[in-house]
């Protein structure tokens, strides 16, 4: 099973390649040293993660190019813009028309239009966000794994199901050998290009450590490993990159310092930020986002969020809502709905048109049975699947009821092929900022 389409180089300046599929271009980060013109490569999140071989190559391109037209003839179709504007007032029209041709709406539209609430107004939204996604990322839509480490974290979050506060859940520290083994699997076994690793802030490993295991799995595997173990500092950034860690994922979680604070006892939005502008200027791909419906936040605070995202420079855009957990100070406040997450994700395609992964976060999943449909029909073209072992996976426990608390791998890649081939999508993931 194979998650990414070869490509064949097509042309080299410096550290940038120029990658062909089937008649297409991207661009994307290379470190392979001897690539030359003419090559097979894989590429996850614009990064080149291996070479392969010629026969290899064409051996899995004959397959693909198959289905590889069909598909796209699927998503153009879906991503058509046909819906009935009678029923649009006129200030939606005219915003959506301003964004259709690829000028990001001010503040004050942005805002409005995640408050929508009309069905057919917020179909619209959903349809110009789907159609802006096509046009310039095309059916490529990435599909991460993430592996949960360890649940242990020394904060006190007052949203998280695993700060250090809830005495209720049972602790796990995946060792060393565990990590590579579910590793191997995940890259052998199910063809993973792309893997994260995230645990709560841990200090029961050391950056040490952490830089052992990546650099491990860069010397074993081709694949783009991306971290998420908190606020490591920045000199463990650099240790991380060092070993082989090409993408971060944090999120700021909020744009609003008060409400940062207030949410993060001990913590402030400054060192978070420093954290991710020290990352981007190190190189790492940047994944980063926010929490949707926090009490006390606004619909200006989302705004300031997505615009947040774009002005660090993310790669993914990955924003989801809040979900209670009841052994938490926030186990009594409600989630926000459904169309709430899908206008975000929609306005989020607005705010960054041209080149951000946006992702259906699993606690979408967790809200919505029909997140995944659903939001790649409104502008998202990201999803993770989970690689943890079933033994740990409960424990990892966010929030309640956790999607894919319980699903074999294979479970979730079948259904995940199965939805993108119904759409129209493919699992290529080349799309890399210009420059
Ligand atoms: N230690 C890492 C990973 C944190 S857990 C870090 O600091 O980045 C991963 C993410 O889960 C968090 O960034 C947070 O946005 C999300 N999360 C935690 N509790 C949640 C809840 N109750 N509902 C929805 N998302 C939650």
């Known amino acids: 099973m194979c998650y990414a389409i070869p490509g064949k180089i097509k042309s080299i300046e410096g550290r940038t390649v120029t990658v062909d599929y089937f008649g297409e271009e991207r661009r994307a980060l290379n470190e392979i040293q001897n690539l030359t013109v003419g090559d097979y490569i894989y590429a996850q999140g614009g990064y080149v993660v291996q070479r392969i071989a010629p026969d290899d190559a064409r051996e899995i391109l004959d397959v693909w190019k198959e289905t590889f037209f069909d598909l796209q003839d699927v998503d153009v179709r879906l991503s058509r813009i046909d819906l009935d504007r009678s029923n649009l007032s006129s200030k939606t029209g005219l915003i959506l028309d301003l964004a259709l041709e690829g000028r ?12 929508l609430e009309n069905e057919a107004e917020r179909n ?101 490993i991306c971290v998420s173990f908190g606020e490591v500092g920045l000199a463990g950034l650099k240790e991380l990159y060092d070993a082989g860690a090409r993408g971060l994922l944090m999120r700021f979680e909020t744009s609003n ?49 997505l615009l947040l995202a774009r002005e660090l420079g993310a790669e993914m855009f990955s924003y989801g809502p809040f979900l209670p957990h009841p052994d938490t100070p926030l186990g009594a406040h409600p989630a926000v709905s459904e169309a709430e997450v899908l206008n975000l994700l929609a306005v989020a395609r607005l705010v960054d048109p041209t080149n951000a992964k946006i992702l259906i976060t699993t606690a979408f999943e967790t809200l919505s049975s029909n997140a995944r449909r659903l939001g790649l029909l409104a502008g ?40 993108l081939g119904s759409l129209g999508r493919a699992p290529t993931d080349l799309s890399v900022k210009a420059g």
């Open 380 to 419: 998202a073209n990201s999803v993770m699947l989970n690689v943890t072992p079933v033994r740990y996976r409960q424990n990892y426990a966010l929030y309640p009821n956790r999607h894919y608390r319980s699903e074999d791998i294979q479970n979730q890649i079948e259904e995940t092929i199965e939805l």
């Open 257 to 305: 310092a008060e409400l940062y604070a207030s949410m993060h006892p001990g913590q402030t939005l400054a060192t978070r930020l420093e954290h991710l502008r020290e990352a981007a200027r190190l190189g790492y791909l940047i994944f980063t986002g926010g929490l949707i419906g926090l009490p006390g936040q606004t619909r200006k605070d989302l705004v300031e969020d």
């Open 124 to 224: 619209y939204l959903y349809k110009s966000a789907n159609f802006l996604r096509q046009k310039h990322l095309k059916n490529s839509c990435c599909v991460h794994g993430i592996l949960e480490i360890s649940n242990f974290c020394r904060h006190g979050c007052h949203y998280c199901g695993i700060s250090a506060h809830n005495k209720g859940v049972e602790r796990y520290r995946m060792s060393r050998e565990e990590i590579i083994e579910a590793v191997t699997e995940a890259v052998e076994t199910y063809g993973f290009k792309a893997l994260v690793l995230q645990s709560g802030e841990d200090p029961g490993y050391s950056v040490q450590e952490l830089c052992d295991i990546v650099r491990e799995i860069r010397t074993r595997f081709g694949v783009l």
């Open 104 to 115: 990001t709406p001010k503040k004050e539209a942005l805002e409005y239009l995640l408050g």
